[in-house]
């Protein structure tokens, strides 16, 4: 039995140009935390004693007699991509739900391949890794999906992704103090908007106005740059990181007019009322979670303004997908 434990990500800045159609032709640079809430994937050898070869159990429950019956395309293209022939029981659960705008797909896909590896006695680099999740998702699916989420649960940290030509990219830490990381994670609430949503289908409107939006996707690099120089400085103070996350907030629900709804403003608003500094949505849009930014003595006003809605308390990690348990019975 094999149990892998992957972690999700929040997305701070950057995010749009971590899709290949801009990355390949442009820079890619993003500024993203992965957090101590996780997907965990437990893959066994199923015995020869059932109707079935295969069981996998994620929100539904398929049983069934060949790889190619399987429903979920990430659990069959990715038992295909690593010829994997005996039978398999696959589980997954998470701390958070899906559809959250956390990285919860690439979540899914990072920690099943390194949960196959690990079966079939392979160890892959954090970088093998985010590269096999990228390629299965975008090459073989054929999903809209940008690159950041795969690299950040491979990897796990606070880091910066910067992504250039086709199969490259560069993880670099971000080695800032101590004291600007409690400060960062001290002034941040994470609040779940109530509903999820089906990223493919804002994302796809996403890649497909990318030459309209080059403008909008530049001035985020620019505030990539400007973030970078808010956690590097210790002069810097903590709450311009906010008024970013408010800018960037601006720019990403000026893509496409799927990102943001009526509910969705007004859950933001009514944070910034109470005194939120800034804030976005977090992933590509149209539910999930809301990430604030506010100094700690006003978030209790804001949990008390959205009091329908669920706070999720959390701090950052820097593991990455990891292999948590291993027999050989």
Same mark, same amino acid.
């Given at each position: ?135 299965? #998702? ?35 830490? &971000? ?45 985020? &690099? ?17 709450? #311009? ?9 601006? &720019? ?78």
């Amino acid at each position: 039995m094999i149990i892998s434990r992957t972690p999700f990500r929040i997305s701070f800045f950057g995010g749009g140009t971590d899709y290949p159609g801009w990355y390949e032709e442009n820079a890619g640079l993003v500024v993203s935390a992965t957090i101590n809430k996780y997907a965990y994937l437990t893959v066994r050898e199923l015995p020869p004693f059932f109707e079935y070869k295969h069981r996998i159990q994620y929100y539904k429950k398929e049983e069934v007699s060949s790889v190619e019956e399987i429903e979920h395309p990430v659990v069959r293209e990715a038992i295909k991509s690593l010829s994997v022939t005996r039978g398999l029981e696959i589980l997954h659960s998470a701390d958070l739900p899906a559809r959250s705008g956390l990285g919860s797909s690439s979540t899914f896909t990072v920690g099943l391949l390194h949960a196959l590896y690990a079966f079939k006695h392979q160890m892959v680099t954090k970088r093998e890794l985010a590269l096999a999740a990228i390629n299965l #998702e975008q090459n073989i699916i054929g999903e809209s999906v940008g690159s950041q989420d795969q690299t950040a649960a491979a990897f796990g940290g606070l880091n910066l992704i910067g992504f250039n030509k086709k199969q490259t990219f560069e993880v670099r830490g &971000l080695t800032i103090s101590e004291a600007k990381v409690k400060s960062l994670q001290d002034n941040l609430l994470l609040c779940f908007t109530g509903f999820s949503r089906t990223a493919e289908v804002i994302a796809k409107a996403q890649i497909e106005a990318t030459g309209d939006n080059e403008s909008q996707l530049r001035l985020m &690099l620019d505030i990539v740059e400007a973030a970078k120089t808010i956690l590097f400085n210790d002069s810097q103070p903590i709450e #311009e990181f906010g008024k970013l996350l408010a800018e960037q907030w601006q &720019l990403k629900k000026s893509l496409t007019k799927h990102i943001s709804n009526p509910s969705i403003d007004e859950i933001y608003e009514a944070g910034i009322a109470a005194g939120a500094i800034g804030g976005k949505l977090l992933g590509a849009g149209g539910g999930g979670f809301m990430l604030f930014f506010a100094k700690p003595e006003f978030h209790s006003k804001i949990k008390a303004r959205l009091k329908t809605k669920l706070f999720v308390p959390f701090r950052f990690e820097n593991t990455g997908s990891q292999i948590i348990y291993f027999s050989h019975d």
